[in-house]
């Protein structure tokens, strides 16, 4: 297919560049607010890292969302599958499986981890696209699910690794002043990129969130699609979970509190319309560094908890409002004569 100039979709490559220069630009003023705030803490090293500790966070997040919005779905379980595979990753290290297997090495451990989050991943996939189950519902039920099941099994007790323990230098350690988490990022966010913009498959996502029938009628799998959208969010989720509980020193089942929001409104930010067919992997980046610094910012200027998730649902509505007005190319009107 020929772009032209005036083509539609010349008009949408234009359109998103000019997303991610909005969110590029907002960052930047975010930035300049907190360090006007606190000049004396916000740019010295230790909170730089605390910051990319935090953007890697909601980015692997992020990442995963984006996948499933452009397909036309959501992922409501990141946030309690962080905890449960946090918990699953510090139990096998430090107890192994009951009487059955001792303590496992660090990296069987994870890799099993990670596989419970792809196999979790894949039974969202095959309730949405095989049962016709609302991906909200079906999400939504394994997110009371893994929260329940962290805290069963732990009793509600975190599993403390020792101080020394090799298993923290995953999310503690740094390599040139930059967070090993960060650079995990780094490297999920560059293959997640060659997928969408240099792969048949990332065509076809798009595709199927652009339009699912014509998709269809093209010859595109798309139940194998938004299976692999779905177990990639599960990946990253359980990929999260083991950093998150490496970081922390410790296999916690409350931590994770409200990640999906923070995923959600990082991918929605970065540009990833809830109406599908749009996204890009640069604009969650770029997303989850505004949820970063915001989250940072707040800590440093003391704005109280429950005031965070206030702005935080604010930022998310604006974010998704202006979307909407811009997809539907409609301007907003308070008052009509």
Not at 227 to 256: D, E, K, M, N, W
Request: aromatic residues 10%.
């Amino acid at each position: 297919m020929t772009v032209t100039a005036n083509s539609p979709a010349r008009s949408r490559i234009r359109w998103a560049q000019f997303r991610e220069l909005n969110v590029l630009v907002a960052l930047f003023l975010l930035c300049l607010f907190f360090y006007w705030q606190r000049p004396e803490t916000f740019i010295k090293t230790a909170n730089l890292a605390v910051i990319m500790r935090f953007i890697a966070t909601f980015g692997m997040l992020a990442l995963g969302e984006v996948l499933i919005i452009i397909t036309n779905g959501i992922d409501l379980s990141v946030g309690s599958m962080t905890a449960l595979t946090g918990v699953i990753t510090a139990w096998m290290i430090l107890k192994g499986v009951g009487t059955l297997l001792p303590p496992m090495p660090m990296v069987l451990a994870i890799s099993i981890t990670l596989v419970i989050g792809v196999l979790v991943g894949i039974w969202h996939g095959l309730f949405v696209t095989k049962l016709r189950i609302p991906a909200f519902i079906i999400t939504l039920g394994t997110w009371l699910i893994a929260r329940g099941l962290a805290a069963y099994v732990t009793r509600g007790y975190p599993q403390v690794f020792p101080s020394e323990h090799p298993y923290l230098i995953l999310g503690q350690g740094e390599v040139g002043g930059i967070p090993i988490s960060f650079l995990i990022l780094l490297g999920v966010a560059a293959v997640i990129a060659v997928i969408l913009n240099r792969t048949p498959l990332g065509y076809r996502i798009y595709a199927v969130g652009g339009n699912i029938e014509a998709a269809r009628l093209s010859g595109v799998n798309v139940d194998r699609v938004r299976i692999f959208c779905y177990a990639t969010s599960g990946f990253l989720a359980a990929l999260t979970g083991v950093v998150l509980a490496s970081r922390l020193g410790q296999g916690t089942p409350t931590v994770g509190g409200a990640y999906e929001l923070w995923g959600i409104a990082a991918a929605v930010i970065g540009g990833t319309s809830f109406l599908g067919g749009e996204g890009t992997v640069l604009g969650a980046i770029l997303g989850s560094a505004i949820v970063g610094v915001m989250q940072n910012g707040m800590v440093l200027l003391n704005v109280s908890s429950y005031l965070q998730d206030v702005i935080l649902g604010v930022v998310l509505v604006v974010a998704v409002v202006y979307d909407t007005l811009r997809r539907s190319g409609r301007k907003l009107r308070f008052w009509r004569r």
